[in-house]
């Protein structure tokens, strides 16, 4: 991958244990928050999103917690396998954006599996 | 299956030579997105556009400019390249309803020298 000279914050998971990675943001006016997850020499991809009126949501092995008291997200990945390694971004849209206004990336945490 | 591709993986181009980024998607999507990623710094937006014609500058515009003449086409244009323009570039789509649900291309890795 283009991991060199990569600063990033890195999570090392034991195989079949959970994974929780957060995320904090800064913008109290953001009402949509999405994960995405990159693997080495791939673009992102979409993984879950939340809405600023829920607090949780879940999807196949992984869930989101939404905090917005302390402007904290988190992603947790159930029974964590060597295919989720790669780094995690989580991303948010502030409100009052047109539907095609950009959405605003985190730097990333790199997750690594131990077998 | 969606697919966003682009037109090089890897790309070398000397300083000040005009460069060309090309992005297609198949998914007639009214959104298009190019970013650039950084160690470190995540992705940051470039310029995106929601439709025909259409742009918008992104957070980081300056010696970039894009054309969208076709709605599946969405190209990223460095008119004079310089070195701190080494990096990632990553096009992505998205449905005019769905900006937060983005598809990422493989990516071009450009290096200038």
């Known amino acids: 991958g283009e991991s060199v000279g990569l600063h990033l914050p890195t999570l090392s998971v034991q195989e079949g244990d959970n994974s929780i990675i957060n995320c904090a943001y800064s913008?109290?006016?953001?009402?949509?928050f999405i994960w995405y997850k990159q693997e080495s020499g791939k673009g992102p991809q979409f993984i879950i999103d939340?809405?600023?009126?829920?607090d949780k949501r879940q999807g196949q092995r992984v869930t989101v917690l939404l905090n917005k008291t302390v402007k904290h997200l988190s992603l947790q990945i159930a029974a964590t396998q060597p295919g989720d390694s790669a780094v995690y971004f989580c991303a948010e849209k502030a409100k009052g954006y047109s539907s095609a206004s950009k959405i605003i990336f985190g730097s990333g945490t790199r997750l690594s599996i131990r077998p | 299956d969606v697919k966003v591709t682009q037109s090089s993986r890897y790309l070398v181009k000397r300083t000040g030579e005009k460069v060309f980024l090309e992005c297609v998607q198949d998914?007639?999507?009214?959104?298009m997105f190019w970013y650039r990623q950084d160690p470190g710094l995540g992705l940051r937006l470039i310029y995106f556009s929601y439709d025909v014609k259409m742009k918008e500058k992104g957070d980081i515009p300056e010696g970039y400019s894009v054309s969208r003449e076709k709605k599946e086409r969405f190209s990223l244009i460095l008119e004079s390249a310089s070195t701190n323009q080494t990096s990632m570039y990553l096009c992505?789509?998205?449905?005019?309803?769905?900006?937060?649900?983005?598809?990422f291309g493989p990516g071009t890795r450009l290096t200038v020298t």
């Open positions: 939340i809405r600023s009126n829920m």
């Open positions: 998914m007639d999507h009214e959104n």
């Open positions: 992505a789509s998205s449905s005019r309803q769905g900006v937060g649900e983005q598809y």
């Open positions: 913008n109290s006016a953001s009402d949509y």
